[in-house]
């Protein structure tokens, strides 16, 4: 069994947003013509975020990471206009472990060489259009949300750490029932995909 090692603790946030609005008040916003002045409000929001120490290294595990999940084809958006079922019917295709997809992969990493420095760095987007679909649906504004970040790094060689802001405290911020209950199963999703990717890099020689 891999050792893993994981804390929450919360942090607060601050995020620029309108006035307080209700799930329907901010769908019709979308939509809605405001001639008014720019109101700017600050709202505090507390957030889990998640730290997970993993004895394995950092190269197997992101193979592993990688190959558990799937990868989303941008051609899949275009299709939504044109044959909404067929784009569904793609990006169901697309699905990796635990229906979870990547959508980009950042090298920040590679990017340290830029100032002369080295380490082993990688920001995930992940997520699935068809689940972000389940809460915009109720209120847009879990697209602020969708995809999720998960970044992975290399604290010692044989040695990851794999952080992210657990999904049910972004998406509950909103108060919106059916939202919150979706980003705790996103929770689960991504905590299990983490600890298979975690066995099988163990796994290795």
């Known amino acids: 069994m891999t050792p893993i090692r ?22 019709a916003a979308m939509t809605a013509t405001d001639h008014s002045p720019i109101l700017s409000t600050p709202q505090p929001i507390s ?38 079922k067929a784009a569904d019917a793609m990006m ?35 997520g699935n259009p068809r689940i972000a679909l389940t809460m915009t649906r109720h209120d847009i504004r879990a697209g602020l949300y969708a995809p999720l970040t998960v970044l992975v790094y290399e604290t010692q060689p044989g040695r990851i750490r794999v952080e992210y802001d657990q999904p049910s405290t972004l998406f509950g911020q909103f108060g919106n029932n059916e939202v919150t209950a979706i980003g705790k199963t996103l929770d689960d999703k991504l905590s299990r995909v983490i600890e298979h990717a975690a066995e099988l890099s163990a796994r290795q020689p």
């Open 6 to 27: 994981k804390t929450c603790c919360a942090v607060l946030a601050w995020l620029t947003l309108a006035p307080a609005m209700a799930p329907n008040e901010a769908q």
């Open 92 to 126: 169901a295709k697309m699905e990796g472990e635990q229906g979870l997809m990547i959508f980009m992969i950042q090298n920040h990493g590679r990017l340290l060489k830029l100032a002369g420095l080295s380490g082993q760095a990688k920001r995930y987007l992940v």
């Open 47 to 84: 957030v889990t975020h998640m730290v997970i120490d993993i004895g394995v290294p950092f190269a197997s595990f992101t193979q592993h990471l990688e190959n558990l999940l799937g990868r989303y084809d941008p051609a899949a958006s275009q299709l939504v206009d044109t044959d909404p």
